[in-house]
């Protein structure tokens, strides 16, 4: 194929080959994301422990549970740890607009049973035996510019202070996990500082439990012990739902609502419109050229090679596209990781996500340059000049 005929093409109209690249580009670009979201939400289901169980009310996930389950949850047979869970929703008084969660937890159960989570500055001996003390994910910090030993007020805005202050939390760790079911976004402190405080009368909000965490001892069954729990309260005072790490997670995402589905609906739609106006750039291109084609068959070349030149055409600008869209993506997922990491820590560009945008990319120049390849192939020197003429 005479490739320099294939670049000339390419460049003899430029502003409609640049049109055409940026569109593929943006085309991919979005793909890449979408299909980003769905893989992030599926990583972040499928990468829970499988010796974690999470007890929530049967009501619903914002009714607390009462403190005295803890003691009985804890004598289920095959309940090796258990670890409170309280989520905080308070705001940096700093950054009133800014939020990231807040969650009390036990200190010493919670660091048995996430050994996902690793302290990369500070102690965590600090913050077990510090009352006011906190861990918070390593994406915070770097984003407010919190060190190992600062103090960060918070503002309450379910369990809020009698003083009217903001609480009070020093940074005793600043983690980092390495796994997508844990992001690095989030502050956990001493659920005890919270109890103490509300019992003393120094703060005001709902009493209790957000949920439980179960850790299921080696070779306990996790179903035996799901099933033991709920059973535990199926008379009240108040029911309980019992489900494993994976199920709560990928309960959490459906409260977002069908989102894989809607993420394919929307490539769908995308990849179409793309897949339309590329044919129509080549089309257009196949009957400008077809004086061109006329006088290349005059010269000998074959039907396969003037077929190959509007082919090629549609593949270069196609994969100019997709290397353009993709490197957008690459340069642009650390940002996308930052906004969306405290909702889908599994959020990455992989490689299988960045074949899938070259891949259709390509399948689009394919399909787009058969059709005038075809006519260039079936059309006769003479029809071409006398069309022309």
């Given amino acids: 194929m005479p490739f320099h005929l294939l670049f000339r093409n390419v460049t003899g109209h430029w502003l409609r080959s640049l049109l055409t690249i940026l569109s593929v580009a943006v085309a991919v670009f979005l793909i890449c994301v979408l299909n980003a979201v769905v893989s992030g939400l599926t990583r972040t289901v499928s990468a829970a422990a499988s010796n974690r169980l999470l007890v929530q009310s049967a009501v619903s996930l914002y009714v607390d549970l009462p403190m005295a389950y803890q003691q009985k949850l804890a004598a289920v047979p095959g309940v090796e740890a258990i670890c409170k869970w309280q989520w905080f929703g308070g705001r940096y008084e700093q950054d009133k607009g800014g939020f990231f969660a807040q969650f009390g937890i036990d200190a010493e159960p919670f660091r048995t049973s996430y050994p996902e989570i690793t302290i990369a500055e500070g102690s965590y001996e600090e913050f077990a035996k510090n009352r006011t003390a906190c861990i918070v994910g390593r994406d915070t910090a770097t984003k407010y510019g919190w060190k190992v030993g600062q103090t960060v007020p918070i503002l309450g805005t379910i369990f809020q202070r009698t003083d009217g202050q903001p609480w009070q939390f ?5 983690y980092v996990s390495d ?4 992001d690095q976004q989030t502050m956990y402190f001493r659920f005890d500082y919270l109890r103490e405080s509300l019992e003393q009368g120094g703060a005001q909000g709902p009493e209790g439990v957000g949920l439980y965490m179960l850790r299921v001892a080696p070779g306990a069954d996790p179903v035996a012990v799901q099933s033991a729990a709920d059973a535990l309260f199926e008379n009240g005072p108040q029911r309980v739902q019992t489900t494993t790490e994976a199920e709560f997670n990928r309960q959490f995402v459906t409260m977002l609502g069908d989102v894989p589905t809607l993420m394919q609906m929307v490539g769908s739609a995308v990849l179409f419109a793309i897949f339309f106006a590329v044919l129509n750039t080549m089309i257009m291109a196949g009957r400008e050229r077809t004086k061109d084609i006329g006088i290349l ?6 039907d396969a090679v003037t077929a190959g030149l509007l082919i090629g055409e549609s ?4 994969a100019l596209g997709a290397v353009v869209g993709i490197g957008l993506g690459v340069a642009l997922e650390p940002a996308f990781q930052a906004s969306v990491s405290a909702m889908m820590p599994g959020f990455a560009f992989d490689r299988s996500t960045l074949l899938l945008g070259a891949g259709l990319a390509l399948g689009i120049g394919l399909v787009s340059g058969i059709v005038p390849g075809l006519r260039a192939a079936r059309l006769t020197t003479v029809a071409a000049l006398r069309e022309v003429g």
């Fill in 170 to 174: 020093t940074i005793a760790g600043i």
């Fill in 297 to 302: 068959k005059a010269l000998g070349f074959s």
């Fill in 315 to 318: 593949l270069l600008l196609c």
């Fill in 179 to 182: 796994t997508p079911t844990i």
